[in-house]
């Protein structure tokens, strides 16, 4: 019967010429042009090298976007302060340099390396997050979170999310082969995230913990933890925040303002209210690239955490639109690298890196708009910053490197690889090694994910 179609059917209305493509079974048809748009946007996502050329994208327009409003947000505090429109600017090209290279390994480093010296990565991150308590480390605007390497300052809490995501995916990747138990999810990983969240409170730095408890979220997520588990993490929060805020004045102010804004004015709620009074100034099509005035004072950290105010402001809803459209597009290439990859450490590390990163957008995003209290989270690739631009470069970097590794991607590199004996122009510009393919071992080891076809999924690169 495979060679037959039922005459009722729309394979059988289109067998029989009665129905075209483009045309719904309904009769209706669609434009030819929506038709044709449909068509392509088909195929060129079907294409193996579409995700990089995303995340090549994406990347990239964040960070000239970044660059640009970091220059109008700060050139008024710039020349405030020393003298020069461009002093904050300067410093964030400095660090994007810095994230370009950081960019550039991450995106040539092999899998294997990654994965094998992730637990040396945590380690440092956690032995430099205890230096900065230490008298090594320089305290700035009452946060003890910084260690100073000459004219340049190192924050250890950003790399220590990306360590985390990387050492805690490869736990749990090797323990995928024991029983669904909890202590089996939560040991080492969850010791090992508290240890890192008290450094950091410690420091303090309340947002920075929140973006690492959703990596470790993330991890658990896509880990495959059970809903149980999520429950009780979310009481353990609630009773954790609760207990933050009584002990820290300011945070319980914060809380307050933004339950009821019209309280202080002047006080706590200030720097939201003047976020939402920039917003409404821009309207739908803004004021204009470097004419905002919330800039002059009125708005505290204009080009670090609000800078989206200042987007709202000088490029109205359109320019906020294009932002969420970028950060909608990294979470969808994010999600698209993981579900099309075979290597299963692979695929927990970009859908956790993707988490991270877009999560930490929509927080920012939302306490700008007043949806969410106020935290200090930067907007990643577009708030002003040192170490979180190099970092968050460096993740972008491990995203393009798995898109390379696709198993798509994987065939399409080494087919150009050997019809043209030589590598396609984007490894040849970059110097990259071709792409190793994913081979699952050949017998179920420990620690090993065994697979339906009772193969081990953890493979050698």
Not at 423 to 435: A, C, G, S
Request: net charge positive.
């Amino acid at each position: 019967m495979s060679g037959f179609t039922r005459p009722g059917t729309t394979a059988g209305r289109l067998a029989q010429g009665r129905l075209v493509p483009g045309r719904s079974a309904q009769g209706r048809s669609a434009p030819g042009w929506v038709v044709a748009a449909r068509e392509r946007l088909t195929g060129w996502l079907a294409r193996p090298l579409t995700s990089l050329h995303l995340v090549l994208a994406v990347f990239g327009l964040l960070a000239l976007f970044g660059l640009v409003m970091v220059l109008s947000a700060s050139s008024v505090e710039s020349y405030t302060r020393a003298g020069s429109s461009y002093a904050v600017f300067v410093r964030q090209l400095v660090y994007c340099g810095l994230g370009l290279v950081l960019f550039w390994l991450g995106l040539r480093i092999p899998v294997r390396v990654l994965r094998g010296t992730s637990g040396l990565f945590l380690l440092v991150c956690v032995v430099l997050l205890a230096m900065v308590l230490s008298p090594l480390g320089a305290e700035i605007n009452g946060a003890q979170k910084w260690l100073r390497l000459g004219p340049l300052s190192l924050q250890p809490s950003e790399p220590a999310k990306l360590a985390l995501a990387l050492w805690g995916a490869h736990v749990l990747i090797t323990k995928r082969v024991l029983p669904r138990q909890w202590r089996h999810l939560l040991v080492p990983l969850v010791p090992m995230a508290v240890t890192i969240f008290a450094l950091v409170m410690l420091q303090p730095d309340l947002g920075t913990t929140i973006t690492l408890a959703v990596v470790l979220l993330a991890l658990l997520w896509f880990g495959g933890a059970p809903g149980e588990l999520f429950g009780a993490i979310a009481i353990a929060a609630l009773v954790g925040a609760v207990a933050m805020a009584g002990i820290a004045g300011y945070r319980s102010a914060r809380i307050v303002s933004f339950l009821n804004p019209g309280a202080d004015p002047q006080g706590a709620a200030y720097q939201a209210r003047q976020a939402m009074f920039s917003l409404a100034d821009g309207g739908w099509w803004g004021v204009g690239l470097g004419q905002g005035s919330a800039k002059w004072d009125y708005l505290p950290n204009a080009y670090n955490d609000f800078i989206f105010a200042i987007i709202g402001e000088e490029l109205g809803f359109l320019g906020c639109l294009v932002v969420l459209l970028l950060f909608g597009t990294l979470a969808y290439v994010g999600i698209r690298i993981a579900a099309r990859n075979t290597d299963p450490w692979i695929r927990l590390v970009a859908a956790t890196v993707t988490t991270w990163l877009v999560g930490q957008a929509a927080i920012n995003i939302g306490y700008v708009v007043g949806l969410l209290p106020i935290t200090g989270i930067p907007l990643p690739l577009i708030s002003s910053g040192g170490t979180s631009i190099a970092l968050t470069m460096l993740a972008f970097g491990l995203l393009a490197n798995f898109a390379r590794h696709e198993p798509q991607a994987v065939s399409a590199l080494r087919y150009e690889l050997t019809r043209s004996g030589r590598p396609d122009v984007l490894t040849r510009l970059l110097r990259l090694r071709p792409p190793v393919p994913y081979v699952p071992a050949s017998r179920p080891r420990a620690g090993a994910w065994p697979t339906s076809s009772g193969r081990s999924s953890r493979g050698r690169r």
